[in-house]
């Protein structure tokens, strides 16, 4: 329980649902005690007088009497009615506070777990896969749900019952107590061990599920692969494979479960049977009524699904530590990404790297060493270099994604550590190398950097972007669903939207991680035109592997091997006839070939 101890802050805030819900309880075990002492009175009540009745056989007083007789019954008959009515409006309550509860817990759960996870750095997503993420999120949080509604509400129920029920049955007759309970401890335990291999399997089968629908979907989305390389027979045999994995799983947890229900209708007939048994004895000798073996198979029936749901609820608890305990190893994860003055300041976008060496934590690749430069605000700055080199390196470094390893990195010659976060990025607009799209409208994606969307300024973005007259050709406009990750537009239109993005909010530092990859020299020579007077209020990096796309930097710098070989502007770098010259000569051969 050490690790659940994390939701007693939930629990405590959500106080009164607790006491309210467990006072309910009370009053619906109540309701269930008393009927069974109902049941008693008016079964020895008939007993009693049955022989009463007939010693007024062939008379007028008989009739009377059983007049007299029957409205007794039919007395106890209502009032067990209407406890029965009482319990069922109070259990409803019992699931409106209890059950309530947990659904506003989970809600509070997730919404700190996402929460927690847009503050982490990005070291910890390329430690942590997607799917894990979203598992601790969803699945595990659903099962401490478990814990915190149904585990509790059954334990809380159980352990009133228990309270308020034993001490009765022992007033009445502590031997019959004795007997009629003897089975129940062991079809707790019995429900407990069964129970665990069903959750084993359970997850075997969620296991195979996921398996099963992954190849699915792999199969679907490369069909065309499929289908040109003639792979459909053994795609087919593959899925067969998992299906009969999933179905032998199924089978397994199937035969479980038929030995689940039997083995509870055995320890619990084996309660009754002993409780008639002793019960009987105790009549023959005076001790106790008819009534009170009435009372006492009730007593023991209202007992057994408790006790059968303290072997479920165990499980459930076991299976709620486990979860949390893998919920609590992030929500311990501390971003070391952090303000040091939480300075909110308009930024004027002077940048300047001073002797930054940087080596990636979680792999230990050390990407750049001793790197040094200056951009002045409105100036840009190209970097080219081959893959590897370090150039995005250098953009994650300059919107603080990751701090430095050595050395520092300054904006407005103040430390980028003492700059508030949010208010710093807010001022950054990054047009990422691998470029992700909302599966919304184009519309939507384009302000979605903007605090109150402005139609003048996304048309006027998509316009510097080269994107307008694409997006305008759709049917539906600016107003198109791109679909998930932007599959319905080519390559090029997804980073031309992506770039429309980050120039839409006019950031004073703007960064191109290689964004013009994905389009062709004509369009590269249209954005890169409207780019020149976007780049005029900002100040700019442009990463590229393209010497056409960096040779509009007012300076540009070559990276090999996270190191800086050469630096100058476009020309000064070709007089220098070094790499950047061969790179310039292999480019321009090559797209003479192309346009050849």
Request: charged letters at 20%.
């Amino acid at each position: 329980m050490k690790e659940l101890a994390y939701l007693n802050k939930y629990l405590l805030k959500y106080k009164w649902h607790l006491i309210w819900g467990f006072v309910f309880i009370l009053i619906s075990n109540a309701f269930q005690i008393l009927p069974a002492q109902l049941v008693r009175y008016s079964i020895d009540l008939v007993i009693d007088n049955v022989r009463v009745y007939r010693s007024f056989d062939n008379s007028g007083a008989q009739q009377d009497f059983f007049t007299v007789f029957s409205r007794g019954i039919l007395f106890y008959a209502v009032l067990i009615l209407l406890m029965a009515l009482l319990r069922g409006i109070f259990l409803y309550f019992v699931r409106q506070t209890l059950i309530v509860m947990s659904r506003l817990i989970e809600y509070d759960l997730k919404n700190e777990i996402f929460l927690h996870y847009q503050s982490l750095p990005l070291s910890f997503y390329r430690r942590n896969s997607t799917g894990d993420l979203m598992n601790r999120i969803s699945e595990d949080v659903g099962r401490v749900r478990m814990y915190l509604g149904p585990s509790i509400m059954y334990g809380l129920t159980l352990i009133s019952l228990f309270a308020m029920l034993v001490p009765v049955m022992f007033y009445i007759s502590p031997k019959l107590t004795f007997y009629s309970l003897l089975p129940l401890p062991f079809l707790s335990i019995a429900v407990f061990y069964v129970n665990n291999i069903i959750e084993h399997r359970s997850d075997e089968i969620q296991k195979s599920q996921s398996r099963l629908s992954t190849f699915v979907q792999e199969a679907f989305s490369g069909i065309r692969v499929l289908k040109s390389f003639t792979r459909e027979n053994e795609s087919v045999a593959g899925f067969t494979r998992e299906s009969n994995e999933y179905k032998h799983q199924s089978i397994k947890l199937t035969k479980v479960e038929a030995l689940f229900y039997p083995l509870v209708m055995a320890l619990v007939g084996l309660s009754t049977v002993l409780t008639v048994y002793v019960c009987s004895t105790e009549v023959i000798n005076g001790r106790l009524t008819i009534g009170n073996m009435a009372e006492f198979i009730i007593y023991v029936n209202l007992l057994t699904w408790p006790v059968t749901l303290l072997g479920w609820t165990s499980s459930q608890v076991k299976r709620a530590e486990a979860s949390q305990k893998r919920i609590n190893e992030f929500l311990k994860e501390k971003t070391n990404i952090v303000s040091d003055k939480k300075l909110e300041t308009e930024i004027t976008g002077k940048i300047e790297f001073i002797n930054v060496g940087f080596k990636y934590p979680d792999t230990g690749v050390v990407a750049l060493k001793n790197i040094s430069f200056t951009i002045n605000p409105g100036e840009s700055l190209g970097i080219i270099g081959t893959t590897g080199s370090g150039k995005s390196t250098v953009t994650n470094l300059a919107s603080r994604l990751y701090d430095v390893t050595s050395g520092e990195v300054r904006i407005d010659d103040r430390p980028i550590r003492e700059y508030e976060l949010s208010k710093l990025r807010s001022q950054i607009g990054v047009v990422p190398q691998d470029v992700f799209l909302f599966s919304d409208t184009i519309y939507n994606n384009i302000s979605f950097g903007l605090d109150q969307p402005d139609e003048t300024k996304i048309f006027q973005a998509a316009k510097d972007a080269d994107v307008y007259e694409n997006v305008k050709a759709f049917p539906q406009g600016f107003g198109t669903r791109i679909g998930e990750r932007g599959i319905t537009l080519s390559g090029g239109q997804k980073q031309r939207v992506s770039i429309a993005r980050a120039v839409v909010r006019k950031p004073k530092i703007l960064i191109l991680d290689d964004a013009l990859s994905a389009v062709d020299t004509n369009t590269e020579n249209n954005i890169l035109n409207s780019l020149r007077k976007i780049m005029q209020g900002s100040t700019t990096i442009i990463i590229s592997h393209r010497v056409s796309s960096a040779k509009l930097a007012s300076k540009i710098i070559v990276l090999d091997d996270g190191e800086i070989v050469e630096q100058g502007t476009h020309e000064s770098l070709l007089e220098q006839n070094g790499v950047y010259k061969e790179l310039f000569d292999k480019q321009m051969q090559m797209d003479e070939v192309t346009s050849s």
